[in-house]
């Protein structure tokens, strides 16, 4: 195939790293994007092109935009927007700016580097947007509020954005994952622990719980896949001659998908506050 130029964001680990490695080895060139010094080192020692992104800051945005428009000679093909952390907490106890925290990288960063890289698609009259949203982007779950609106926040955005450009030549899909391996909840629990303070919350007790869970070293939970299934997706949204708007990847995703748009909103709330109860269920001493 030829060569065709794709960014993708948050190739420190996970999906990102595994959708570098995978993209690589099928003759993409990639240009992966991490914020720590450390992980931009590690991609460079691996032979990947890497790129500083801290979605967090505009200004960090803006200079990785020009600076992949300049690599490429303005010919982005594909953008996948991935990096992305989970800020745990109940929804009374988010400050305002630990919200914005959360929205700039998970929402705000996402769209300001599209926005600077869809005249280049639309100038080569071709191109792929492709957005990892969360299981989260369909159904919301305890504790979980700054993510979920977020990843609901990029479900309307990208929705927005693919009926904008229809015809245009570039397509937009979005992508649910549900559970897949990674260092999401080591990431999470560090956010936890920088923003929230269960000793002033009604939560408090439950917190306890909630931090044993974050901190547990087996994070895998029913029906969790590899990080190539999320990228088998990305794969088919970038070279479908028609590629879908949403791609389900895990069970649970599926099941939850599919209970959205049957059940009441009282009869899915029931399963909701179950699956919660399962996974804020004490760790066994």
């Known amino acids: 195939m030829i060569q065709r130029n794709i960014v993708i964001t948050g190739c420190s680990s996970g999906i990102g790293r595994r959708a570098a490695e995978m993209l690589s080895e099928r003759g993409y ?29 505009p200004a960090s ?44 990288t998970n929402v705000l960063g996402w769209h300001d580097l599209t926005c600077r890289l869809l005249p280049s698609m639309r100038a080569n009259g071709a191109g792929r947007i492709i957005q990892n949203s969360s299981l989260l982007g369909l159904v919301a779950l305890h504790y979980r509020g700054a993510y979920v609106a977020s990843k609901y926040a990029i479900e309307g955005l990208t929705d927005t954005l693919r009926l904008e450009l229809s ?45 044993e869970r974050l901190a547990a070293e087996d994070d895998t939970t029913p029906f969790t896949l590899p990080a190539d299934a999320v990228v088998k997706k990305v794969i088919h949204a970038l070279e479908a001659r028609r590629p879908k708007a949403h791609y389900y990847v895990t069970v649970p995703t599926y099941l939850l998908g599919y209970l959205k748009r049957i059940l009441t909103a009282q009869q899915l709330d029931r399963i909701l506050h179950a699956i919660s109860r399962t996974e804020n269920r004490p760790v066994p001493k």
């Open 29 to 57: 060139r990639v240009l992966a994007t991490a914020r720590k010094t450390e992980d931009l080192e590690q991609l460079e020692k691996d032979g990947f092109e890497a790129l500083d992104l801290d979605l967090g800051d």
């Open 61 to 104: 945005v803006s200079a990785l935009a020009k600076e992949v428009l300049a690599r490429t000679h303005g010919r982005v093909y594909g953008l996948f927007n991935n990096g992305a952390y989970g800020q745990p907490g109940a929804v009374e106890d988010l400050s305002r700016d630990v919200l914005l925290a959360q929205l700039q």
């Open 167 to 211: 015809g245009s030549g570039i397509y937009v899909s979005l992508i649910e994952p549900g559970p897949v391996t990674s260092r999401f909840r080591e990431n999470a629990y560090a956010a936890f622990k920088a923003n929230i303070d269960p000793s002033r919350s009604v939560h408090r007790d439950i917190y306890t719980v909630v931090e």
